[in-house]
């Protein structure tokens, strides 16, 4: 979604009340960052709304991006909040080959996670289509995309083939490298 450099739109600030509805949304669809929600987006601060080509929406809080959104889809968080609350987020791990192709934002296909350095949620765990997962690379520390899924982990260990995240938010891309300003 994001292969190439993009540069925001329009930048326009979020009113309170939609604001207090983007806390809520974020803390029903990431419950473990509940107890972080107020370091994210505090009460008081003003979150800004940038608009981003192909319908995507950008909330920023101080030109510090937290947030997209693809038209109606869920919520997805930037890798540079991942990155700060590591342990919020549901996880997966691609094994070593399909790194370079991730990363060069190739579509995340099931082999790279079912293979012997790929790792799905356990049972209890279990993700559904369009939920949002974070992936992260076998033998790295950092998460490496954020998308949402476009089959459940229980379909992804059934087939072992076919597409699990087609597009997403990668390390290196046009939204990590975006500048706001």
């Known amino acids: 979604m994001f292969k190439k450099e993009i540069s925001a739109g329009a930048k326009s600030k979020v009113k309170s009340s939609v ?56 919520l997805i968080p930037h890798l540079k909040v991942v990155h700060a609350f590591p342990t919020c987020f549901s996880r997966m791990r691609i094994d070593r080959g399909a790194i370079r192709f991730v990363l060069s934002g190739a579509t995340l296909m099931a082999p790279g996670l079912t293979s012997a350095g790929g790792l799905l949620p356990h049972a209890d765990d279990q993700l559904k289509e369009g939920d949002v ?49």
């Open 133 to 181: 997962a974070v992936v992260e690379a076998e033998g790295k520390e950092e998460a490496c995309l954020v998308g949402q899924l476009r089959m459940g982990t229980e379909e992804i260990k059934e087939k072992k083939k076919g597409v699990a995240i087609d597009s997403g938010h990668y390390l290196g891309d046009g939204l990590w490298n975006l500048m706001i300003d």
């Open 19 to 74: 604001q207090r509805a983007i806390r809520t949304k974020i803390v029903e669809t990431y419950p473990l960052l509940a107890p972080h929600i107020d370091e994210i987006i505090p009460k008081k601060s003003q979150l800004d709304l940038l608009k981003l080509p192909d319908r995507v929406s950008l909330y920023a809080l101080d030109n510090k991006p937290l947030f997209w959104q693809h038209m109606d889809d869920p």
